[in-house]
Every structure is written in structure tokens, then in C-alpha cells.
């Protein structure tokens, strides 16, 4: 198991930018892939982004490409979400999970992660 505290939400203006944090503790957490998701009211889970266990390889969803990017500091057991030119429909409860396989490449679906955060709340105001 591995517990995760995501950090670094709170309201910005529509075009600003914020970064979140994911802190883990627990088991190996080089070892394996992380990502991002997102759940605004109403709507369900949706995934945002995810990085290897390694770092080499990211993937982002659409409405995503290019305005946020993923890394992660194995040495400090941490991934970020660099969230850049926000827009209100960016507005929701973010979580970060961890794969449930070690030593994958970037995954992308909730069935995928078996360790999730709290959730971190990102509000954009337009």
C-alpha cells in the first residue's frame, strides 16, 4: 500500500496557473507509474494525465495537451501536475493514484490505480 496527500489547490483567475503536488509514502514509489484524475460535481472521474514509473514517458488527456504537464521527483516521492492557462471547465476535485503493477508505462484508466489521495480542490474563475 501506499498513502498519497495531494497539496496545491485554491482558487486562481481563468488563465493563471497552479501546481499540485502528490506526496507518497509507503512502498517502493519509484517503482510505479502515477497519474492524475479529475471529478467536477456531477460529472464522473475523468483521468488528466500520467506519468511512467520511470519518467520518461508522459500521456495527457486532449483537453489537457499542452496547457498542463506531469513530472515526478523520485528522490523526494513526489509527482506534480503543472497546470498552465486554466480555464473554468478546468474547475474540479483533483486526485492523484498510483498503478497497482509495478514497473508500467503510463496508465490510463481508473481501474488502473488502486492507491488514490484525498483530492485536492481546483477552482478557476473566469
Known amino acids: 500500500q501506499v498513502q498519497l496527500v495531494e497539496s496545491g489547490g485554491g482558487l486562481v483567475q481563468a488563465g493563471g496557473s497552479l501546481r499540485l503536488s502528490c506526496a507518497a509514502s509507503?512502498?517502493?514509489?519509484?517503482?510505479?507509474?502515477m497519474g492524475w484524475f479529475r471529478q467536477a460535481p456531477g460529472k464522473e472521474r475523468e483521468f488528466v494525465a500520467a506519468i511512467s514509473w520511470s519518467g520518461t514517458t508522459t500521456y495527457f488527456a486532449a483537453s489537457v495537451t499542452g496547457r498542463f504537464t506531469i513530472s515526478r521527483d523520485n528522490a523526494k516521492n513526489t509527482v506534480y501536475l503543472q497546470m498552465n492557462s486554466l480555464k473554468p471547465e478546468d474547475t474540479a476535485v483533483y486526485y492523484c493514484?498510483?498503478?497497482?503493477?509495478?514497473?508500467?508505462?503510463?496508465?490510463?484508466?481508473?481501474?488502473?490505480?488502486?492507491?488514490w489521495g484525498q483530492g485536492t480542490q481546483v477552482t478557476v474563475s473566469s
Open positions: 509507503g512502498r517502493t514509489f519509484g517503482n510505479y507509474a
Open positions: 493514484a498510483a498503478d497497482k503493477v509495478p514497473l508500467r508505462a503510463v496508465v490510463t484508466t481508473i481501474q488502473d490505480y488502486n492507491n
